[in-house]
């Protein structure tokens, strides 16, 4: 069975700060791979996507960056923290041909103080 | 664009009351549509999804069809329970190949009292 397994679950950290949040997927081959982000009780914004290992595409701007650096792993970072970036960051996979159904792993929730 | 609208930012109902959580959508495409819930504190999950015209889907008492006619995908289930108090977003898939494309609605939040 596919399991997708993020971390750190939960971070609080200084603006001007840097930033890694990482996920692995297992169980499935050559996913697509999805960052989102999340205020709290708010809608769900994509920020970035990746089909293969590599290669990652950018939905919007928010000074952060993700890199695929392998076929399971999907990583976001930023160099310097804003207190907007304060949210629930989620990762999801999909599989082609399933219409872009996402599947969801727990979340990092972060605060930028 | 391609967007999906939820009218209700929030819905209160009373235990065993039906609810309907509207759903509309506006894409040149073939869609793909889908029902995410989302609980306190918790990741979403996939509750129902329908690229069929005119087809019932369902899943865990949960129903909703998709009416191309109307661009609508409006999610329903005739008698709520406590556990289903949570925030219900519904999103569109466009089908133009594999470009990652899914757009969430703001949102509903559903609240069942005793």
């Known amino acids: 069975a596919q399991t997708i397994h993020q971390w750190p679950v939960a971070e609080i950290k200084a603006v001007g700060s840097p930033l890694s949040l990482g996920c692995t997927i297992k169980g499935k081959s050559s996913p697509n791979l999805y960052w989102y982000w999340q205020a709290t009780g708010g809608t769900l914004q994509q920020l970035f996507y990746s089909i293969t290992v590599g290669q990652v595409e950018s939905v919007v701007q928010l000074n952060l960056s993700a890199s695929r650096p392998k076929d399971d792993q999907f990583i976001l970072s930023t160099e310097k923290l804003l207190l907007s970036h304060s949210g629930f960051y989620l990762c999801?996979?999909?599989?082609?041909?399933?219409?872009?159904?996402?599947?969801f792993g727990e979340g990092s929730r972060l605060i930028v103080v | 664009g391609d967007s999906v609208t939820q009218t209700e930012g929030l819905v209160t109902l009373t235990k065993g009351l039906p609810v309907m959580l509207n759903c509309t959508y506006q894409t040149t495409y073939s869609p793909f549509l889908f029902w995410y819930v989302q609980h306190l504190n918790e990741a979403p999950k996939l509750l129902l999804k329908?690229?069929?015209?005119?087809k019932r889907t369902e899943h865990q008492g949960f129903y909703a069809t998709l009416h191309k006619s109307s661009s609508s995908f409006h999610l329903q289930k005739s008698s709520v329970q406590l556990s289903d108090s949570a925030l219900y977003f519904c999103?569109?898939?466009?089908?133009?190949?594999?470009?990652?494309?899914?757009?969430f609605g703001l949102g509903t939040t559903l609240q069942v009292q005793p």
């Open positions: 329908s690229s069929t015209d005119n």
């Open positions: 999801a996979w999909s599989l082609r041909g399933s219409g872009n159904t996402l599947y």
């Open positions: 999103a569109l898939s466009p089908i133009t190949g594999n470009t990652g494309k899914l757009i």
